[in-house]
């Protein structure tokens, strides 16, 4: 079964979206969910962004990594190439996340004193090698849409990536004026997080 396929902010059709349900990839819980419903707004990428946000902030205070479940318009699981698109955060192709990922996501945010990061958590389709997927992932450092993963403004400036390890695993890191990108394979796993802390308790989780 599929979708209808999805429509990206520059209004040009992309591939169609196969049927699924959510189920999300940690296997020990996170401190708390909450639920983010695309039908609830209109608008750009900035809006869902602050919706978002006031999700997480009424949240307990000792919830330091919490899992946000997305809902697209018509109630069904949300993929990553339209949620993200709906953020105006399409860092990668849609036709290569749909490709090589499983079109559910698990997405997170970590809580860092008065900052709120949000990570993602992409599952690679049985029997695709990293080897083969990480050079299209490795497009992410290139896009102009990468300030839009954050929440909040990290800064104007941005450092290249590099080489870094996390958690024994290899992953590649860039800062910004005031926050960072960090991402790697942990298992089946691709973890893309605005926060190295956060990369770290998500991966702890699957």
């Known amino acids: 079964i599929l979708r209808e396929p ?3 902010s520059s209004g040009q059709s992309v591939v169609p979206i196969p049927s ?3 189920a999300t990839f940690f ?3 996170p401190d708390e969910r909450v639920l983010l419903s695309l039908s609830e707004l ?5 809006v869902y962004r602050d919706k978002i946000l006031e999700l997480v902030r009424g949240v307990r ?9 997305v809902r697209d318009g018509k109630g069904s699981a949300a993929s990553l190439p339209v949620f993200l698109d709906a953020l105006d955060a399409l860092v ?4 290569f996340l749909l490709s090589n990922f499983n079109p559910d996501f ?13 990570g993602y958590v992409l599952q690679l389709k049985p029997g695709q090698a990293w080897l083969f997927a990480r050079p299209g992932v490795a497009g992410l450092e290139s896009s102009r849409r990468i300030d839009n993963l954050f929440l909040s403004s990290p800064g104007t400036t ?6 870094v390890e996390i958690s024994g695993q290899p992953a590649r890191r860039a800062e910004f004026g005031s926050g960072e990108i960090v991402y790697g394979l942990f298992r089946d796993y691709v973890v893309l997080s605005t926060s190295e802390e956060g990369l770290k308790e998500a991966a702890l989780r699957l």
């Open 6 to 8: 999805i429509e990206s």
């Open 20 to 22: 699924f349900e959510h």
């Open 27 to 29: 296997r020990s819980a």
């Open 42 to 46: 209109t608008g750009n990428g900035s």
């Open 61 to 69: 205070a000792n919830s330091s990594l919490v899992e946000v479940e």
């Open 92 to 95: 990668l192709d849609s036709e």
């Open 106 to 118: 698990t997405m997170f945010v970590y809580r860092d004193g008065s900052r709120f990061l949000p």
């Open 158 to 163: 941005r450092g290249p990536f590099r080489d």
